[in-house]
């Protein structure tokens, strides 16, 4: 068993959810985290191995439009994935990296956290909603965030990752549909409120009674309008680099 401590507050009590208690999913990154929390693990390892780095200016152009654009970004991004985990063997050796980028990292993780997007978050809990995080990134990764908040008891739905051809990659991505379906795996079926940035989670926002959309890219809002019931609020809870209504 890993022993990994984290600096973070004295936790609060909430109250447990009950079982009809509503159901309110975020997404992590560009929702609770200004930025691709994935995206800057990968970095870090690529950056501190030369080989990797170059490997990784190699295939940048064919991974980078792969990326860039919806129906292929899962496999531009395995592609990264490949080349940042190269040498690893298991999830939980993967898991041990993870583990030391946050704790190496924590005042710049921090200052990623979005304030006001945290206190919707423990407001939801305080109010006694079931409370669940699904993300594209790495579920340790994004519990190893939370923990800093003191907000690591969330349940946490992410990519699945394995071991492929001498590296550690996705082996399942929460994103788009898949997304959807590894929340009714879990069992949680009807949502009440969704809040994401992406126009990957359409159909978590669409799937939702009421969806949120928040720091959405500025050339995405008027989809978001045209696709989401009238009236779905679009706001920006922090990033300077995306649109959005500021919050009341």
Not at 11 to 24: G, I, S, W
Not at 149 to 167: F, T, Y
Not at 227 to 245: F, H, M, Q, S, Y
């Amino acid at each position: 068993m890993r022993c990994v401590s984290y600096s973070s507050p004295m936790t609060e009590t909430y109250p447990t959810p009950r079982d009809d208690a509503p159901l309110v999913v975020f997404d992590f990154d560009h929702t609770l985290y200004d930025g691709d929390s994935g995206s800057h693990l990968f970095a870090w390892l690529i950056r501190g191995n030369p080989l990797r780095l170059l490997v990784a200016l190699l295939a940048t152009p064919i991974l980078g439009p792969l990326v860039a654009l919806l129906p292929t970004r899962r496999r531009g991004i395995s592609g990264y994935v490949w080349i940042a985990t190269f040498g690893l063997h298991r999830a939980r050796e993967f898991n041990a990296v993870i583990d030391r980028y946050v704790l190496t990292h924590e005042a710049e993780i921090r200052r990623r956290l979005l304030p006001h997007a945290l206190a919707v978050f423990a407001r939801h809990r305080a109010d006694g909603d079931r409370v669940v995080v699904a993300t594209g990134a790495p579920p340790e990764l994004a519990r190893a965030i939370l923990a800093f908040v003191a907000q690591q008891d969330v349940p946490v739905i992410g990519s699945q990752v394995g071991p492929r051809l001498g590296a550690v990659t996705a082996t399942r991505h929460c994103h788009h549909e898949e997304k959807m379906r590894m929340l009714r795996e879990r069992g949680y079926g009807d949502i009440d409120v969704a809040y994401s940035d992406s126009s990957a989670d359409l159909p978590l926002l669409k799937a939702a009674k009421a969806p949120v959309v928040v720091n959405p890219k500025a050339a995405r809002v008027r989809m978001f309008q045209q696709v989401l019931p009238p009236g779905t609020p679009i706001l920006n809870w922090g990033c300077r680099d995306r649109a959005g209504e500021p919050p009341a």
